[in-house]
Each structure stands twice: as structure tokens, then as C-alpha cells.
């Protein structure tokens, strides 16, 4: 997209999880762009090297999320190469749905080690270095971006083990946020309704899943990752400074309605 | 190239701090501005600062017929109208016991009657335009109670449920419609606040000061530009954390 106005990261350093693919990897590019040193993570290395190839400021690092000492590693190489941090985005996630009744505990676990805990490991791990870039001067607040998802304000059936690992990421996200803030680290989350992403393959991909998906969404139409990835960087720059805790929903309107029938079309009443 | 070049922008409310920021910085990325107020002096001095990219119109937001001129202007000027900034507002801090009918209906008629028909009249020249996108400045008031602003609150409550319903509605004209509810924000609205009320609403706010106007223009221009694309009946606090 790259239609930004100006250079709102030059000098910084982002960490982006999940960056080889879909949002992160759109978040990373949108940072690179804007001036910042962006190393990624992701658990593919082959994608995770197409995308650092594809902008010099772009680092991929093969880093499990749900792993605390390679996460922690990781901060340690972060501060030795920058000696600062400015912006985590935690954007590592996995999706699959899957009815309650029948889930393996195997698969509960998966949706709550990546979705949630991922995103503890890699924000306390990297908080002495954010505290820090504050403390010295380097930034007025540094910031952390959590990536939720609709289905953290409203669940679908399927989606109770994916669904409660991103509401608890908003719920994370505000203690984070209140307890953070004295010391300049600003706590933010961004809730992507459905984006058209490698993630959501199975539906985007498909022109009968495609359609039922359009149709419940106001807009009528994925979002891009793009267009997340614009709302990430808004949160992320000083320009939001004053943003302390707050959700930003991306969804092209999907969370507005009930589950009741379009009443204009029910009386034949034009739009 | 700015991100909003090309757009035109009304902003209600323009001759206050924060409609001021809007305007200014809507501007500065590259849109043209139709600043209204009932301040006329104050309007048009804004204006005139900003230069040829702005116009003023004197505008009660309560009135329907003020409202067309608006939209005529904004399209005999600049040739048309993507972007609505319903930023006008008026607070009056009295408590549910203390607050008489005729304050009530002030604060209805500028906080949400104005934003409903400001929503109302640009729908057209939006359609017209191929979209667009309405920004309703709530407040943290009304994401929460509070003890001492009713009428204020109970308006500002209204702007977040018209905001969500216009949303719904207006999205297949792709017209986004969102939110922006600013904590305290560093303005002369707060001087009518009851003495040592302004002290306490800092204490409350987790970064430990009042926002800047132009912290709030930041997010007004974000939702207002082609980046907040797949954004519409979003809700956006800009209030320092003081709603968590």
C-alpha cells in the first residue's frame, strides 16, 4: 500500500512475531519501508528468508514463540546488535476450528500456547529492553501491539479454543496497559475481522466459503493485510500516543449487526 | 504525495481547540477543509491561516437548513464532500438531579441531533463521490458512566450507538463510519468543570496527563485516509488508558 505520508519509524527497531507471512509480514514491509530495522519471526524459514530478501532492513530469525528461551535469546541478539527496541508486535497466530465437544486437549493447548502465551513470552521477555529505550532517552513511549481478532469480541462456532485465547490477548492487553504505561511502554491492540491472508486460505480460497463470508461483512469484502498492517503502525508511532490500552477493530463493519434478519430487506425498504 | 490529497473534509466545531487540530492537520496531509462553527470570527481566522485549502461557514449543527449550506458550499467550492469530522460539541457538568429540561435539550440538540443530521446530509454527496468517511468525536463519557456530566454523557452515548447503526447501514455505499472517544484532553472545555475536577481526571488516567488536541487529530486523520480502508464502526479511545 505504502501510501503513507511520512518516515514515522527512521532510527527504530521492530520486533514483528509471526512476520513471514499475512499481517506480520505486511507490518514488517510497511516498518522497513518507514525506516525501521525490523526482525521477524516465524517458524517457516524459507518464507521467513523470501521476506528479509525482500527489504534490506528486514531480519528473519527462526524463533518458536511458545519457546522462552529461544524467545529470549532473541531479545538478548536484539539488544546486542540495536541496543534499543521500539515496537513488538505480536502477530504469531494459528487458527483452526474445530467443534467443542470433540477437540483433542492437544488442540485446546496449541490455540492457547500460540495465540496467548506466545504473546506473554515474547512482550515480558522484551520489556527490560523497551523500558529501557525510554529511560535512555532514545523514545518518548515504545509500544507493544497485540494482534486479536474478531473472534475475541464475538465467537463463532468452531472457534471457542481460538476465540478464548484471543479474548484473554484484549484482557492481556489492558493489565498490560495499566501497569506498563509508568515507564513509557504503551500496551494496544488491533482486532482484524476477516483479512485475506494465507490464515484464512480456506475460506478466501474457496468461492462458495468466500461468498458466505462477504456477504456477513458490511463492506462486503476481506480486508488485506495490508490494511492491518496500516492500523499497526498508526498504533505503533507517536502519533498515538495517547493510546493506552485501546482495541481497534479492522473488520470492515462484520461486528456491527445481531444475528437478526436484514429488516430493510424483510419490508422491501430501499437503501 | 500526502494521504488525503484530492479529499474534502467538513469539520463541525473547528473554532474549538481540538475541531481547530482537525482541520489544520486534515489540511497539512493535503485535504481541502469546510471549517464550520458558530464562532465566526474565530472560524474564519483559523481558516484564513490555513490558507486557500480552507473555507469557513458560520453553522448551528442543529439546524437542518444550515447543514444544506454546508454541503452546497462544500461542492461550489471544492467539488465535493469524502470526509465529516462531526467534532462539534458543547459540555454542561451537572449532575442527573441538578440538570433542568432546557439543558438537557442544548446538549441533545449540538452533541447528537448535530452529528445525526451532519450523517444525514453528506450521505448523497458521498454516494456521489463513490464513498466516503464520517468520523463521530465521542468522548470517554460514552464508554462509561459518570457522576457529573449527564446530559453530556447520555449524548455522547448516543453518538457511539448512531455511529454503529450509520455504520450498518451506509457500508455498501462504502461510507465508513467510526468513532473516536478522547479521554481529557487538554482544551478550554475543561474550564467549565467544577474547581479541582480537571486535577482528579488526571489522577484517573493511567499516562498521568491530559492529551493533546492534536493527539486526537492523529487518529481523526488515520480513520479519515484510505489506510483505515477496511475500518468502519470502529471505536478508537484516545484517552490515555483511562477507560481500561
Not at chain 1, 14 to 20: D, E, I, K, S
Not at chain 1, 86 to 102: I, M
Amino acid at each position: 500500500m505504502n501510501t503513507s505520508p511520512h518516515h514515522r519509524f527512521d532510527g527504530c527497531i521492530a520486533l514483528v512475531t509471526g512476520g513471514t507471512s499475512g499481517i506480520g509480514a505486511a507490518a514488517a514491509t510497511q516498518f522497513a519501508s518507514e525506516g525501521a530495522q525490523v526482525v521477524i519471526t516465524g517458524r517457516n524459514e524459507a518464507r521467513g528468508a523470501e521476506i528479509a530478501s525482500s527489504h534490506e532492513n528486514i531480519h528473519f530469525h527462526r524463533v518458536d514463540v511458545t519457546d522462552r528461551s529461544a524467545v529470549d535469546n532473541l531479545n538478548s541478539h536484539i539488544e546486542t546488535t540495536f541496543g534499543r527496541l521500539d515496537v513488538v508486535v505480536n502477530s504469531a497466530g494459528v487458527v483452526n476450528a474445530r467443534p467443542f465437544a470433540s477437540m483433542s486437549a492437544r488442540h485446546w493447548q496449541e490455540m492457547i500456547d500460540t495465540n496467548l502465551t506466545g504473546a506473554f513470552h515474547v512482550a515480558q521477555s522484551a520489556l527490560p529492553l523497551l523500558r529501557r529505550t525510554v529511560a535512555n532517552g532514545l523514545a518518548a513511549t515504545t509500544s507493544i501491539v497485540n494482534v486479536s481478532s474478531l473472534n475475541g469480541l464475538r465467537v463463532d462456532p468452531g472457534m471457542s479454543a481460538y476465540g478464548a485465547a484471543k479474548a484473554a490477548l484484549i484482557a492481556l492487553t489492558e493489565g498490560m496497559a495499566i501497569e506498563l504505561i509508568e515507564s513509557g511502554v504503551r500496551v494496544n491492540c488491533v482486532s482484524p475481522g476477516a483479512i485475506d491472508t494465507p490464515m484464512s486460505s480456506t475460506t478466501a480460497g474457496d468461492e462458495q466459503n468466500s461468498e458466505a463470508f462477504t456477504s456477513a461483512i458490511p463492506a462486503g469484502r476481506y480486508g488485506t493485510a495490508d490494511e492491518v498492517a496500516a492500523a499497526i503502525l498508526f498504533i505503533a508511532s507517536q502519533e498515538a500516543a495517547f493510546m493506552v490500552g485501546a482495541n481497534l477493530v479492522i473488520d470492515g463493519g462484520a461486528t456491527l449487526p445481531s444475528r437478526h434478519p436484514d429488516l430493510l430487506k424483510m419490508f422491501n425498504m430501499e437503501r | 504525495m500526502t494521504s488525503l490529497s484530492g479529499l474534502t473534509a467538513i469539520v463541525t466545531g473547528a473554532a474549538g481547540a481540538m475541531g481547530e487540530q482537525e482541520a489544520r492537520m486534515l489540511a497539512e496531509r493535503g485535504a481541502n477543509v469546510v471549517l464550520t462553527d458558530v464562532r465566526q470570527e474565530e472560524g474564519t481566522a483559523i481558516a484564513n491561516d490555513i490558507g486557500d485549502a480552507a473555507i469557513f461557514v458560520q453553522h448551528d449543527v442543529s439546524s437542518e437548513s444550515g447543514w444544506n449550506t454546508v454541503i452546497e458550499t462544500a461542492l461550489s467550492t471544492f467539488g465535493s464532500v469524502n470526509v465529516l469530522v462531526n467534532n462539534a460539541a458543547i459540555s454542561k457538568a451537572f449532575k442527573l438531579i441538578d440538570t433542568d429540561v432546557d439543558t438537557f435539550d442544548l446538549v441533545y440538540r449540538v452533541n447528537q441531533l448535530g452529528v445525526f443530521l451532519g450523517m444525514k446530509s453528506v450521505v448523497e454527496p458521498m454516494k456521489a463521490a463513490g464513498g466516503g468517511s464520517i468520523i463521530n468525536i465521542s468522548s470517554v463519557a460514552g464508554l462509561q458512566g459518570t457522576s457529573t456530566i449527564f446530559a453530556y454523557s447520555a449524548s455522547k452515548w448516543a453518538v457511539r450507538g448512531m455511529t454503529q447503526s450509520a455504520a450498518l447501514e451506509l457500508a455498501r455505499y462504502k461510507i465508513r463510519v467510526n468513532s473516536v472517544f478522547p479521554g481529557v484532553i487538554d482544551t478550554p472545555m475543561n474550564d467549565a468543570n467544577p474547581p479541582g475536577m480537571n486535577e482528579v481526571l488526571v489522577k484517573t488516567t493511567p499516562l498521568r496527563r491530559m492529551g493533546q488536541a492534536s493527539e486526537v487529530a492523529e487518529a481523526v486523520v488515520f480513520l479519515a485516509s484510505p489506510q483505515a480502508s477496511f475500518a468502519t464502526g470502529a471505536e478508537l479511545a484516545i484517552d490515555g488508558g483511562m477507560s481500561i
